[in-house]
């Protein structure tokens, strides 16, 4: 659409009833592309998108197709349309490319419109980009942003183009969006006189001593007690010359060239520039659902890492106790307005944590189980086979890594895993008592030394046995060397291209290759729990579900959050608040048992220690049952229950964790000497 303003006219007159109309100028269209990578939309017209009831579609389409083409428009298709109408609700999607925002808002009459984004465009050649929204039938409410960069001296300087957009939109008849505290001196304008001195008659009445809100609203000429009569004076000021202010903050941000001072990696900072501080990412998260603290949201915790990046607070254990909690679920990435992987900057933080002499108490109990016993629970590595009853190889291309929770508490899934293999005449290698952890705590705790050791020692066992699959039960470990391990062996240039599969993956496999089939039905309801680290990580929601199709007789009732959505079992907050792990696993103990199903299927050794024990706590109707020991009874194969050693270690790990919090590593007298 190119005629918009007459476009915007004509549909207004025509009085449909349509909910939503939104636009976006070429340079918004433009910019939010780059930002996602995705071109799909025109980026030399005006996008328009509308929103109306379904049961009238037909006449409004047909007005809507005669007023489009009449000016000149095309209809786009209703895909994209609704790809649009999704994305609205990320403004600020490109802010990542700032990663800081100059913003403006202002009202505007529609038959403005074009005259006001031609004349922002004249001035800013398409830098600043501008989105809207119609309100009434005659004004529509305009969004525009500039890409900047808060690190920059000319960033402030920057601002007042701001100012100079909102003069823009005054001199076509429109008017700033809200008054607030910044545009007291506009009071008078936006409201009308009477309006305002009713206003502030009201205000005296209820808020004699002036409590609420000081400063805002009113401006300084009639609130003689305004604490905001500095602002109004610079404000006017920065109005008086935005236009060569901004001009100049633009030049000096550009011109400016050299990295900025951080003691974070590259993208950590440049990400935590870019929270658009929208919150988004608040009521989703697992550690902030369970303590709302602020900081226990990734909002939060970017706030904070800003503060600290530009020196304002040290990293001691006040703040990294406060950046620590979370459980790696990934939620908050899936909401991210400006696409950040946060999960992933949490758990490099513990790196950080380390250099700056902060551990975690639990994981140091943790990271000497390890060491001493290759195993996060300190058993000993032949007390760990006891669930291996099958035979196994010492070279071939398949391996199964049984991993430190499922060879132990929940030692039925490595037997379940390597019986079903050995049912299926699977020949497969298993290290036995060379088998240590993954490293995932070592990683967790930032004890980045000890993870590379057994990043190095567990590729040259692989190499050695001359695998080139290797199966798991445990997400944990599975999401470990998919990701960590990559990441790591590059880091220490040494190779890493062994196929890392999680069992229930390959089991989907062998049935779609008809090579697994099942005949014995098995008849109960079930509903099933996506672990985060093989859902929401890797994308596997499908599979585990063909699975449960793929086994006659089980009825999949699922739960309000799933896949995507789904809700994390909150284990992993066991090394910084119990009654947190214990919040999240009723919560999901709830909506399992909201589905009425008999069994609530995992398929992570975590997730299911978690339910298992919550579901004996609470006295639950429904019951934990891993994914495995479903395949393995529809095969017909022995399983054993493992409820009773699931309390006796779960009691286990209360007491390791109890009082496992941040704090500064103290180094004894004697090695300091
Ligand atoms: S990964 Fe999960 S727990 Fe961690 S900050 Fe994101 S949503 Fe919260
Ligand atoms: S981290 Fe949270 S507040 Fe920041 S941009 Fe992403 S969703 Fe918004």
């Not at 809200?178 to 545009?183: E, K, L, N, Q, R």
């Not at 240590?436 to 190095?456: I, S, T």
Request: aromatic share 10%; net charge neutral; glycine share 6%.
């Amino acid at each position: 659409m190119t005629d918009i303003t007459n476009f915007l006219t004509s549909l207004t007159k025509e009085k449909l009833p349509i909910w939503n109309i939104s636009l976006a100028t070429p340079s918004y269209t433009a910019l939010k592309q780059k930002a996602s990578q995705h071109y799909a939309l025109p980026e030399d017209e005006y996008l328009v998108t509308m929103v109306f009831p379904r049961p009238r579609r037909t006449m409004i389409e047909n007005k809507i197709k005669s007023i489009t083409t009449k000016h000149n428009g095309k209809i786009m298709r209703e895909k994209l349309a609704i790809e649009e109408w999704d994305e609205k609700f990320y403004p600020m999607r490109f802010k990542k490319l700032g990663p800081s925002l100059v913003a403006s808002e202002v009202i505007l009459p529609i038959d403005k419109v074009a005259a006001f984004v031609n004349e922002v465009e004249r001035k800013y050649k398409g830098d600043f980009a501008i989105e809207g929204t119609m309100v009434g039938t005659d004004k529509i409410s305009l969004l525009g942003f500039m890409l900047s960069d808060e690190r920059k001296l000319g960033f402030p300087l920057a601002y007042a183009c701001s100012l100079d957009v909102i003069e823009i939109a005054e001199k076509q008849g429109g008017q700033v969006f809200t008054v607030g505290m910044y545009f007291t001196d506009r009071a008078k304008n936006f409201y009308g006189s009477d309006k305002l001195q009713e206003i502030w008659k009201y205000k005296k009445s209820i808020d004699p001593t002036g409590f609420m809100n000081p400063g805002k609203i009113i401006p300084s000429s009639l609130d003689k007690q305004s604490p905001t009569k500095m602002l109004t004076s610079a404000m006017k000021l920065a109005n008086t010359g935005s236009s060569l202010i901004g001009l100049a903050g633009r030049l000096m941000t550009k011109w400016q060239k050299g990295e900025f001072d951080s003691p974070l990696g590259e993208e950590l900072t440049d990400d935590t520039f870019a929270c658009a501080m929208c919150g988004y990412c608040r009521s989703i998260c697992t550690v902030f659902d369970a303590v709302p603290w602020e900081s226990n949201s990734p909002r939060g915790k970017y706030f904070i890492l800003n503060q600290y990046i530009k020196g304002k607070i040290p990293m001691n254990d006040e703040v990294g106790r406060a950046l620590y909690p979370c459980t790696t679920c990934k939620k908050c990435d899936t909401v991210c307005q400006v696409r950040s992987h946060n999960a992933h900057h949490w758990m490099d933080l513990r790196f950080e944590f380390s250099k700056n002499k902060l551990h975690n108490t639990g994981l140091e109990i943790i990271r000497d189980n390890v060491l001493n016993t290759g195993n996060f629970w300190g058993v000993p590595a032949k007390k760990r086979l006891k669930w291996l009853d099958v035979p196994t190889q010492t070279h071939g291309k398949i391996a199964y890594w049984s991993g430190c929770w499922a060879s132990t508490i929940m030692d039925n899934m490595a037997q379940n895993a390597t019986r079903i293999l050995n049912h299926l005449d699977i020949p497969f290698v298993h290290y036995r008592e060379k088998e240590q952890c993954c490293g995932l705590y070592l990683a967790l705790g930032g004890y980045k030394k000890d993870f590379q050791n057994l990043v190095r020692q567990n590729l040259e066992m692989f190499k050695e046995s001359g695998v080139e699959t290797i199966l798991f039960s445990c997400p944990g470990c599975y999401a470990t060397f998919n990701e960590n391990y990559q990441q790591m062996a590059l880091e220490m240039g040494i190779e890493c291209d062994i196929r890392f599969k999680h069992i229930v993956v390959y089991l989907s496999e062998l049935i779609a290759d008809g090579k697994l089939q099942f005949t014995k039905p098995l008849n109960t309801t079930i509903t099933y729990h996506d672990s985060c680290h093989i859902g929401r990580w890797f994308g596997h929601f499908d599979e585990p579900r063909n699975v449960i199709r793929a086994i006659p007789g089980l009825e999949l009732r699922e739960m309000e959050h799933i896949k995507e959505e789904g809700l994390c079992c909150g284990l992993v907050s066991a090394f910084d608040s119990l009654s947190s792990v214990a919040h999240s696993g009723v919560k999901r103990i709830e909506e399992a048992e909201y589905t009425g199903a008999e069994y609530l299927v995992t398929n992570c050794a975590g997730c299911g220690s978690q339910f298992n024990s919550t579901c004996q706590t609470l006295g639950s109707k429904v019951q934990q049952i891993d994914l495995t020991e479903l395949v393995a009874k529809a095969l017909q194969i022995p399983t054993m229950d493992p409820s009773e050693q699931v309390v006796v270690f779960m009691n286990q790990c209360i007491e390791l964790m109890k009082d496992s919090v941040l704090a500064p590593i103290i180094v004894p007298a004697e090695a300091k000497k």
